[in-house]
């Protein structure tokens, strides 16, 4: 049954779903006697990398952020050393939710074939590519599903990812999670938007509210390190990749995802920015129809709106020291409301310890 000797698996999480991922793989390999070692590859410190010359599988598992893989497990892969043939997977959780008894997928965009192209520049030979639709940890945009769909969901991707890790192990290749690739190549515009511009402006949309009792937690926990503390309250950093694990985790549920605080930055990067192109429409006679100027017009805008979100942002982190401003800006976010659930991975999951 096995012909693969040992496994290495990398993994990053925000709400624990890779992690689950990561550790059934793990636990259906020790079954089948391969010795497994499972990394979680947070603020990319204090990882192992397998003995050189060794040959360990090597696997990848990571959240789907903005139709791509999270930004930090780009930069780990791309930064791991050369394979010289050697054999790597890579899987992918989504965000799946549940309508009665159907269960909607996520979209991966270029969540696989990114790293895997990556891998393939540097050696590798990529032999499983799996998406996984765990129950979707965006609580930005949607309330966290209940415990009942979460368990049903996650009951169901556990024998997903054990049956794709039996059939690595006996030496096939998995090339499911390629099947949706035109579909996938078709959203790669949004993924590559999300990538340069849409992540920063997210990361700008956190804070924390008047119930925060500076426990630290969200800011140690972080997995970019990327809250940091001003003015005696957490500050999110552009860096921030909204995995939504503080929101998620906060024991005081103080954390917000500010949609009214977003419609003002976007009101205010918006106008900025159609001020800012007209003049140079108008100054410079630019063919406002030539390709040159509808690149250039998307780099100045989506730079605009970063500059412009942070710069607000920091703004609204001091004046939120007033309190009509926090409560304004509390009261504005529907994270607020008393039935927005946050996410939580199964408490009797032994996995999610
Ligand atoms: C900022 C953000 C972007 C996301 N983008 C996608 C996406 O493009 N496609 C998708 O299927 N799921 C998307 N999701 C859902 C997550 O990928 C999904 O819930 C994943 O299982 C979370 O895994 P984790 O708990 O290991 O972080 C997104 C979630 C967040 C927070």
């Avoid at 390190?225 to 999110?236: G, L």
């Avoid at 129809?289 to 607000?312: C, H, K, P, Y």
Wanted: charged share 15%.
């Amino acid at each position: 049954m096995n012909n693969r000797g040992s496994i290495y698996i990398y993994y990053i999480s925000g709400t624990g779903n890779a992690r689950s991922a990561s550790y059934w793989i793990a636990d259906e390999a020790e079954k089948n006697n391969v010795n497994t070692r499972v990394q979680q590859i947070d603020r990319l410190i204090d990882i192992d990398l397998p003995p050189a010359g060794s040959d360990h599988l090597l696997g990848f598992a990571f959240p789907t952020h903005g139709f791509n893989a999270a930004p930090i497990m780009l930069r780990f892969i791309a930064g791991f050393p050369r394979g010289r043939g050697k054999e790597v997977f890579l899987l992918n959780t989504r965000g799946g939710l549940k309508l009665s008894k159907l269960f909607l997928p996520g979209l991966s965009g270029v969540a696989l074939l990114l790293p895997a192209f990556i891998l393939f520049l540097k050696g590798y030979r990529c032999i499983g590519f799996r998406q996984l639709d765990m129950p979707s940890n965006w609580i930005s945009l949607h309330p966290g599903l209940r415990q009942p769909v979460i368990e049903s969901i996650s009951n169901r991707c556990e024998r997903i990812v054990r049956k794709f890790t039996r059939k690595i192990l006996s030496g096939k290749n998995v090339y499911r999670g390629l099947f949706s690739l035109p579909a996938d190549l078709i959203i790669s515009p949004i993924a590559l938007a999300y990538y340069v511009g849409g992540r920063f402006f997210l990361a700008k949309t956190f804070i924390a509210n008047n119930k925060c009792n500076n426990c630290g937690l969200c800011i140690k926990e972080c997995p970019t390190a990327s809250i940091i503390e001003i003015s005696k309250r957490p500050y999110w950093k552009l860096s921030c990749e909204s995995c939504m694990r503080c929101i998620n985790n906060c024991p005081q549920r103080a954390i917000e995802s500010a949609h009214g605080l977003a419609i003002v930055f976007w009101l205010a990067f918006s106008s900025f920015n159609a001020l800012i192109l007209s003049l140079i429409v108008n100054y410079f006679t630019i063919e406002s129809s030539s390709t040159l100027w509808w690149l250039a017009s998307n780099i100045l805008s989506i730079a605009g709106m970063v500059a412009i979100s942070a710069a607000l942002y920091r703004l609204f982190h001091y004046a939120m020291a007033a309190r009509p401003v926090k409560y304004l800006v509390r009261f504005t976010s529907l994270t607020t409301l008393p039935f927005w659930r946050r996410y939580k991975r199964l408490k009797n999951n032994k996995t999610t310890t």
